[in-house]
């Protein structure tokens, strides 16, 4: 029988960073993943400076090829019409990249089974049993694994927390969003556009530039009772035939059918743990309660699950330091996201604030940068975050 001393389920962002996190702690790691990499993954593409830093404390290097498309500068247009552009500060490190999930989280794969951790492709999870002190991990047609502690970074609708018994029946997200490639051929496709429609306050619509003059085009909208799969449709249907957008993308070419996913944001009410496991990324409800953003928050959680584990004492002790260390590093941030998720509803205030933050260089600079995560939402809250790391000089990779 195959051991480790963590077992992890799921190879996504988070499921690798607690792998290489714990590798590079001194012990041994298993992951398993139903799929093989490269593998496609819903998501928007995009990498704030939070998961760009998180990238930088694993020893990830972005690989110098097209498929990383660094960005500078942002394009946002108001729910009024009024179009801004946000500059990212110039010579001081990357800001924000877009790049495939296919992409980066096979290289995360790859950079997980360098550093020293086992790698099961093709592994379907289907259950565990406690034996004696330790945990065995079961394998669908495989042999089990036998492991003391369990990341669960296995997704929203997590197979583990469903097998332990603590899983929310009724929970479907907190975020609806739609999204599908497109070749376009608008020169102004290759900036990265934020658009706040009225109709999708708080969400948004984007268009985020890939290589080979691909963009990702989608949108994402707070879920609500009354908002059914059917309207998510018709929104979706109208909305590359808004003039605006059209303007921005030009005439476009599908590359593959839309698709749509949930995403999970309520970490601050999330059960974390339960028995041997701790649950990471998604699995979590790890997400940006504002944005929708949830890579670096994966990127995060898995660290701060494999940090917890490698600091030893027993399976409670494990979770009370990992509930604690994602308590004091996340929860204000989001909590100050939802209360501003409450007044971008509201389309008054909405655009009031982008008035204020077109204002000047300075508002621009810095609200791009507290937009990309550059340092903590909720800082100036939070008067223990008050130093030099909270606040960095720097991007993630330098230029």
């Known amino acids: 029988m195959p051991s480790a001393d963590v077992v992890i389920v799921g190879a996504g962002p988070a499921g690798t960073s607690a792998a290489i996190h714990a590798v590079k702690s001194g012990i041994s790691a298993i992951v398993i993943d139903k799929a093989h990499f490269p593998r496609d993954k819903c998501c928007g593409d995009g990498l704030t400076a939070l998961a760009l830093r998180e990238l930088e404390l694993l020893g990830f290097e972005p690989p110098a090829d097209e498929q990383w498309q660094i960005i500078n500068g942002i394009q946002i247009r108001s729910p009024s019409g009024k179009e801004i552009r946000l500059q990212l500060p110039h010579g001081r490190g990357d800001y924000a990249a ?237 909590r100050l996201a939802k209360v501003l998720n409450v007044a971008l509803s509201h389309e008054k205030i909405t655009n009031t604030s982008l008035r204020i933050i077109n204002s000047s260089n300075w508002s621009r600079r810095h609200f791009a940068r507290w937009m990309f995560e550059d340092y903590p939402r909720a800082a100036i809250l939070t008067p223990r975050r008050w130093n030099r790391g909270s606040f960095p000089v720097t991007g993630s990779w330098s230029n």
């Open 98 to 334: 877009v790049v495939p999930r296919s992409v980066l989280d096979s290289q995360l794969v790859k950079l997980a089974s360098s550093a020293g951790a086992q790698i099961f492709q093709g592994t379907v999870f289907k259950g565990i049993t406690n034996k004696n002190g330790y945990t065995e991990v079961l394998i669908e047609g495989k042999e089990s694994i036998k492991t003391r502690s369990l990341i669960a970074a296995d997704g929203m609708w997590s197979p583990v927390r469903k097998s332990l018994g603590a899983a929310k029946q009724s929970y479907l997200g907190d975020w609806h969003a739609f999204r599908q490639y497109f070749t376009a051929t608008g020169h102004r496709s290759r900036d990265l556009w934020v658009w706040f429609e009225p109709d999708l306050l708080p969400g948004y619509a984007w268009s985020f530039p890939l290589a080979d003059g691909k963009v990702n085009v989608g949108f994402g909208v707070m879920r609500k009772e009354n908002l059914k799969g059917r309207d998510l449709q018709e929104i979706w249907a109208n909305l590359l035939d808004r003039p605006h957008i059209r303007k921005v993308l030009g005439s476009t070419a599908p590359e593959g059918p839309y698709k749509a996913w949930p995403i999970p944001a309520r970490l601050t009410s999330m059960l974390l743990h339960t028995g041997p496991a701790l649950f990471v990324g998604d699995a979590a409800a790890a997400a940006d309660p504002m944005t929708g953003e949830g890579i670096g928050q994966a990127l995060e959680t898995g660290r701060l699950a494999a940090t917890a584990i490698a600091e030893g004492g027993t399976l409670k002790e494990i979770a009370k330091q990992y509930e604690r260390s994602v308590r004091r590093s996340m929860h204000s941030d989001h």
